[in-house]
T-cell receptor, first 112, second 111 residues
Framework: EAQVTQNPRYLITVTGKKLTVTCSQNMNHEYMSWYRQDPGLGLRQIYYSMNVEVTDKGDVPEGYKVSRKEKRNFPLILESPSPNQTSLYFCASWTSMSYEQYFGPGTRLTVT | SQKIEQNSEALNIQEGKTATLTCNYT??????LQWYRQDPGRGPVFLLL?????KEKRKERLKVTFDTTLKQSLFHITASQPADSATYLC??????????FGSGTRLSIRP
């Protein structure tokens, strides 16, 4: 089954404690992206990747890091989380053949 | 800055009627516009994509238009059903990888 998986689904953490949210896709898609979704603001792109070792900033990259060492994985790293990073995070992947994005189930992050 | 705006935060219509949702873009010219459906607590699900050189696209009860003069896309659901109740998101590609989403329209279909 074609899918994008994210882990963990829920995470409560404290300010400053480094965390990683994993994202994996099984469709051999070249493009992957991370979004955050906040009430009234919709989905905002954090980082995206066009292929292995190729990443670029989206609209809200501050406080986040990503890496793309393998085609299937695109982890999101928060080196020093702050309360304003409390949000719902989605990972997505797609191919240039269709541009149809497949989204993961989301990770709800709370930073206290 | 580049923006996608979905003017209606919420839309309530009677079952069987046609729902029409609006998406406007400003300060850029997206090569593609996409529409997604999102149910509470779930990730968005792709519905339709339309290219800038296409006027209209259809899929079953769904229709989307792209008007580059008005800088607008309209999304229609005909013969609406309560199961169509969800939030609908519009997204514009400024490149293959840079994507801007609107804040969504919450559609409610009453029986």
């Amino acid at each position: 089954e074609a899918q994008v998986t994210q882990n963990p689904r829920y995470l409560i953490t404290v300010t400053g404690k480094k965390l990683t949210v994993t994202c994996s896709q099984n469709m051999n898609h070249e493009y992957m992206s991370w979004y955050r979704q906040d009430p009234g603001l919709g989905l905002r792109q954090i980082y995206y990747s066009m292929n292995v070792e190729v990443t670029d900033k989206g609209d809200v990259p501050e406080g986040y890091k990503v890496s793309r060492k393998e085609k299937r994985n695109f982890p999101l790293i928060l080196e020093s989380p702050s309360p304003n990073q409390t949000s719902l995070y989605f990972c997505a992947s797609w191919t240039s053949m269709s541009y149809e994005q497949y989204f993961g189930p989301g990770t709800r992050l709370t930073v206290t | 800055s580049q923006k996608i705006e979905q003017n209606s935060e919420a839309l309530n219509i009677q079952e069987g009627k046609t729902a029409t949702l609006t998406c406007n873009y400003t300060n850029y010219s997206p090569a593609y516009l996409q529409w997604y459906r999102q149910d509470p607590g779930r990730g968005p699900v792709f519905l339709l994509l339309i290219r800038e050189n296409e006027k209209e696209k259809r899929k079953e009860r769904l229709k989307v238009t792209f008007d580059t003069t008005l800088k607008q896309s309209l999304f229609h659901i005909t013969a609406s059903q309560p199961a169509d109740s969800a939030t609908y998101l519009c997204a514009g590609h400024s490149s293959a990888s840079k994507i801007i989403f609107g804040s969504g329209t919450r559609l409610s279909i009453r029986p």
